[in-house]
């Protein structure tokens, strides 16, 4: 059997990410995904891609946060997000990001593929076919088909939607397992899922643990960041 620690959109929460880590003890795991959007939002980004930069075994994509923060560092200009106190966390991060984990980001593919046993998966920050395709279990059953019915893949990981589900499709295992960082649902905890491949077979859990909110809150507000997003981490919901 092949054990998967599945985390993504992390949004720069490492107390949520060190939560997980003693949790479930991360070395356990065959393989660690990451399905992209390691910054933005919390101010913890270097501690966050540090920690997938020490360990073996990670697979990780980039997600339109990080895509943004690229963005910013290439002298680009910014279109999204207008809002100037979203602007701000984006702009934050670019200015504080160490050069080795800048490098770190920019050597990350925006999506990837690979086999565990005989089982071919397919990592994706929103969907195979769009990075910021929102698939959650709201949208119609027949997007899934159309997904499955022209994927060369038996399992989808995906992040961006920020909402932990399981759901078999046209034969595609399609799986989300949340947001650690961020969360929208009114859940302030943190969200990761374990993968398990055994003799062709698959099994999911998600799970839900609390970590030391504050810690966020507090390293915002020594920032001089935008309080809009304290109010967001204890509450676990998207404020704006
Ligand atoms: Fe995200």
Avoid at 161 to 187: A, E, L, Q
């Amino acid at each position: 059997m092949k054990k998967l620690l599945l985390l993504g959109d992390i949004h720069a929460n490492y107390p949520a990410l060190n939560a997980i880590e003693k949790y479930i003890q991360p070395e356990r795991f065959d393989r660690i995904i990451n399905t992209g959007d390691f910054t933005v939002y919390s101010t913890f980004p270097n501690e966050t891609i540090q920690w997938f930069r020490e360990r073996k075994k990670t697979i990780c994509i980039l997600g339109n946060t990080d895509l943004r923060v690229l963005r910013i560092l290439k002298g680009k200009k910014l279109k999204r997000p207008k809002k100037d106190e979203k602007r701000v966390m984006y702009f934050w991060t670019s200015e504080n990001l160490h050069p080795e984990n800048i490098s770190y980001l920019k050597s990350l593919p925006k999506q990837t593929d690979f086999t565990v046993g005989q089982m071919r998966i397919g990592l994706f920050h929103g969907t195979l076919d769009d990075p910021d395709e929102e698939l959650d279990p709201s949208v119609p059953e027949s997007r899934f088909h159309k997904l499955a019915d022209h994927s060369r893949f038996e399992v989808h990981i995906m992040g961006h939607s920020h909402v932990p589900y399981y759901k078999i499709v046209g034969g595609v295992h399609f799986i989300n397992p949340g947001s650690v960082g961020r969360m929208f649902d009114g859940d302030p905890r943190a969200s990761f899922a374990v993968l398990k491949i055994f003799s062709g077979n698959i099994a999911v859990e998600h799970f839900r643990i609390p970590y030391p909110v504050e810690k966020v809150v507090e390293g915002l507000k020594d920032q001089q960041l935008p309080d809009i997003y304290g109010k967001m981490f204890r509450v676990g919901k998207k404020l704006n």
